[in-house]
């Protein structure tokens, strides 16, 4: 299976129609036609429904194209990092994160690389721990932000001095007898189990949900009260729903990881060892 194929793949599922896909590719549509067909020979499944004025993605296809995206991808990311040299530093940094307030210190830090090396770019994937994970196993993402708890074992790290505070979205303050949204990470969950103690049997929680930004619309509709770190709805419209501090305190911490032994890019080497350098000098400077 050629990477062009998949690209060209890739060109006709985006745009649902295989002459469009041909002209933005610059081929002709009876060879991208042709192309499909013995892509789809080849993998022994139909990839495409063809109707009349557009064609869309089989089941099969749409696995394909899950796959098509993260090789394609990695094949990107993989020769710019092979074409990067010492002397010109103009590559790409790659992280995965949660919504979280230590992304703030992310900031910071881009910044100030980008004052030593203003040709590199910079490649932010905000999601769950789930999704972050997967990433940076792929080898899609160089380094992952990630909230504790957390199996870091496979991982180089440095601690983040930012604390993370567990909060409740809510448009009232009292939870017991109400119903709840926790997030979707078991370990998470346990956390705040621990917290409720005793009275943890006389809550309920009918809803999990993965990001704070869904769960505050489940919340502004009526569906329960969300747990959510702080720093995760920093433009929170307090007009439609509040957010609580828990009391007594729940906080967390954050770890700025990549994987031990992986063999990096001369960008992403240099970006490490700056990081290193400028998380020390900001936990000191917030202590």
Not at 74 to 79: C, G, N, R, S, V
Not at 180 to 207: C, H, I, T
Request: glycine letters at 4%; aromatic letters at 10%.
């Amino acid at each position: 299976m050629e990477l062009r194929i998949l690209r060209y793949f890739l060109a006709v599922a985006r745009e649902e129609n295989i002459t469009k896909a041909a002209e933005l590719l610059h081929i002709t549509q009876p060879t991208l036609s042709r192309q499909l067909a013995q892509l789809e020979e080849d993998v022994g499944v139909t990839l495409f429904s063809r109707g009349a004025r557009k064609v869309t993605l089989t089941d099969e296809g749409m696995l394909l194209r899950r796959r098509a995206e993260e090789i394609v991808d990695l094949a990107d990311k993989t020769e710019k990092e092979l074409t990067e040299r010492d002397e010109l530093i103009n590559g790409v940094v790659s992280v995965g994160c949660g919504e979280l307030a230590s992304v703030q210190v992310i900031a910071e830090m881009f910044r100030a690389f980008k004052e030593k090396y203003p040709a590199v770019t910079y490649e932010l994937y905000a999601g769950n721990a789930d999704y972050t994970n997967e990433r940076i196993e792929k080898g899609l993402s160089d380094i992952a932000l990630f909230l504790e708890p957390v199996d870091i074992d496979r991982y180089d790290f440095i601690r983040l001095g930012v604390k993370e505070r567990w909060a409740v979205l809510l448009p009232a303050a009292d939870l017991v007898g109400k119903e709840l949204l926790f997030p979707a990470r078991l370990k998470v969950q346990n956390e705040l189990v621990s917290w409720f103690g005793d009275y943890f049997p006389q809550v309920m929680v009918p809803y999990t949900c993965n990001m704070s930004t869904n769960a505050s619309i489940m919340v502004r509709n009526g569906l329960g009260y969300a747990f959510h770190i702080e720093g995760s709805r920093p433009f929170l419209d307090r007009s439609q729903v509040c957010s609580l501090p828990l009391y007594p305190e729940l906080a967390a911490t954050t770890v700025l990881a990549w994987k031990k032994r992986q063999p990096f890019s001369v960008t992403t080497t240099k970006f490490i060892e700056f990081a290193k350098n400028f998380v020390k000098t900001y936990n000191n400077r917030e202590q």
